[in-house]
């Protein structure tokens, strides 16, 4: 045993009550106290020469400290682990339900039907209005059509959709 691990040796026996006083203090328990007491003592046993200890009392002290502290944020860290990030029951999924799922997938099916059933011209005026956000002025220009004739084709494209989400066979 160094010259270090012996005078803390005899200095951790001296102060045993003092120290654990301190601890308890620190962790709020007395058997968690007592354990780091003992922990403490393993840890002086490894404690080298290199560099000599110029203030044991104080080195000691410290040591206790960064064990106890290490101690508390171990707790911490089970604490989180095992209640803090467990999902809360009373706290809706995010996912939807399987039968949410299943209607959201019939109603866009019906939609890609009632998109397919329009006229070319309709489907066109659609997406462009639509899908690719253009003004109307933009589409009947770009059709050759008249901006009425592109209100037109939105209407019946809108009332068709409408029409097929609505009907569930």
Same mark, same amino acid.
């Given at each position: 045993?160094?010259?270090?691990?012996?005078?803390?040796?005899?200095?951790?026996?001296?102060?045993?009550?003092?120290?654990?006083?301190?601890?308890?203090?620190?962790?709020?328990? %007395?058997?968690?106290?007592?354990?780091?007491? #003992?922990?403490?003592?393993?840890?002086? #046993?490894?404690?080298?020469?290199?560099?000599?200890?110029?203030?044991?009392?104080?080195?000691?002290?410290?040591?206790?400290?960064?064990?106890?502290?290490?101690?508390?944020?171990?707790? #911490?860290? %089970?604490?989180?682990?095992f209640?803090?990030?467990?999902?809360?029951?009373?706290?809706?999924?995010?996912?939807?339900?399987?039968?949410?799922?299943?209607?959201?997938?019939?109603?866009?099916?019906?939609?890609?039907?009632?998109?397919?059933?329009?006229?070319?011209?309709?489907?066109q005026?659609? #997406?462009?209005?639509?899908?690719?956000?253009?003004?109307?002025?933009?589409?009947?220009?770009?059709?050759?059509?008249?901006?009425?004739?592109?209100?037109?084709?939105?209407?019946?494209?809108?009332?068709?959709?409408?029409?097929?989400?609505?009907?569930i066979?």
């Open positions: 045993m160094s010259n270090n691990a012996t005078t803390l040796t005899h200095l951790l026996l001296s102060e045993r009550p003092s120290l654990i006083r301190r601890l308890q203090h620190m962790l709020g328990s %007395e058997p968690a106290a007592e354990d780091l007491t #003992q922990s403490l003592w393993f840890r002086v #046993q490894k404690v080298d020469d290199d560099p000599p200890i110029v203030h044991p009392r104080a080195f000691l002290y410290r040591l206790a400290a960064n064990l106890a502290i290490d101690h508390l944020r171990k707790r #911490q860290s %089970e604490a989180r682990i209640t803090g990030d467990a999902p809360d029951p009373e706290i809706a999924c995010d996912q939807p339900s399987p039968e949410k799922m299943l209607l959201d997938s019939d109603a866009l099916d019906r939609l890609k039907t009632a998109f397919s059933q329009l006229s070319p011209r309709c489907r005026v659609l #997406q462009l209005r639509r899908i690719e956000g253009m003004s109307v002025a933009d589409i009947a220009a770009k059709l050759g059509i008249s901006r009425q004739m592109v209100w037109r084709y939105m209407n019946e494209a809108m009332d068709h959709i409408s029409d097929q989400m609505t009907n066979d």
